[in-house]
């Protein structure tokens, strides 16, 4: 017990399996205090149909939320042991209808008291606990189907992970810094696009083409590696041009263009400027929907050197 008081919540999963563990042990020494020779399994299944809550194994599996594999092989054991019987729709062959035996009326009868003594026990039980635990299962059950637990810990462990991205400088003198650069914009080019010259001329000199010129070049790490690239280059004095945003395919997912891209903005800020422009293309939906998250409105009308630009956006900075 002092596992579970120690770990909280971290061990409600396993703490509950527990309980239920204790649960399917009393209900068993219970039913055989009544003389009934019932599986705790079928308690759900047995009820439905006894108190004509549901006539055929696929309402018998809505109702009682469980599987319709898992139903029918219950109605077959409980077939076996003579408690229903059972026989195919008259309208639908595919439908099975389920009924009581004799057996199953007579054990009905002995359920019916139990389920007497059981809510009168389980009243007792609830009133010397603080709060109502069946309503806070249901409400915690509710909550979990609403967003799954896995899906909670998936965007925790992303921010985990993201929280580890770092965004440097662009160091002229880092080999790491110049070949992270060079390959990850190379590699999204080449995979849409074909390197025009002055991708080239970016690429393998970013502090001239760059930095010398008054700009910035920002990358991204994660776990000792380049996994983004950034740049900014003066085009007036308040205005400067995004270009080279770009992620690792290995590292997708964490949210490093936006980090990316946020960083940008605060340096323009930072720099006093008061526009940004950028050229994209139409079939990089993801970088569009990235860049109208940062704030980027189309621009209209506007010329590119580059043939593969058919689009151009802007950031007016406050």
């Known amino acids: ?29 219970v039913y055989q205090m009544y003389g009934m020779e019932m599986e705790v399994k079928w308690f759900p299944v047995f009820l439905s149909v006894a108190q004509n809550e549901a006539e055929t194994v696929s309402k018998i599996a809505e109702y009682i939320g469980q599987s319709h594999v898992g139903v029918s092989l219950m109605v077959k054991e409980m077939t076996k042991a003579g408690l229903f019987e059972t026989q195919k729709g ?14 199953g009326q007579e054990m009905n009868l002995r359920m019916n008291e139990l389920l007497e003594d059981l809510l009168d026990t389980m009243n007792e039980v609830r009133n010397e606990c603080e709060t109502d635990v069946l309503r806070s299962l249901m409400e915690y059950e509710q909550v979990i189907l609403k967003k799954p637990l896995p899906e909670r810990i998936k965007a925790r462990l992303k921010q985990r992970e993201r929280n580890k991205v ?30 025009e010259p002055l991708d080239m001329e970016s ?10 010129k008054g700009g910035i070049v920002l990358l991204a790490e994660y776990q000792g590696q380049i996994v983004g690239t950034s740049a900014l280059k ?31 903005i605060d340096e323009a800020h930072r720099m006093g400027l008061k526009r940004l422009y950028l050229e994209t293309n139409s079939r990089l939906l993801p970088a ?17 050197p580059y043939s593969r630009a058919d689009v151009a956006m802007e950031l007016w900075l406050g």
Not at 9 to 16: D, P
């Open 1 to 29: 017990m002092d596992f579970y008081r120690t770990l909280g919540y971290v061990a409600l999963g396993s703490y509950m399996r527990r309980l239920g563990e204790v649960s399917l042990q009393a209900s068993a020494q």
């Open 90 to 103: 008259p309208t639908d062959k595919r439908e099975t209808l389920v009924r009581l035996t004799e057996k």
């Open 166 to 195: 770092t965004i440097v400088p662009f160091d002229p003198t880092n080999e790491r810094h110049r070949q992270g650069f060079k390959r990850i914009n190379y590699e999204w080019i080449e995979r849409y696009f074909k390197v």
């Open 203 to 212: 690429l393998e000199h970013p502090d001239k083409f760059y930095i010398q």
């Open 234 to 264: 003066p085009m007036t004095d308040d205005c400067m041009e995004l270009s080279k945003m770009g992620v690792d395919n290995n590292a997708k997912g964490l949210g490093i263009g936006e980090l990316l891209g946020q960083s940008i």
């Open 288 to 304: 569009l929907n990235l860049y109208q998250k940062l704030g980027f409105k189309t621009v209209k009308d506007f010329s590119s």
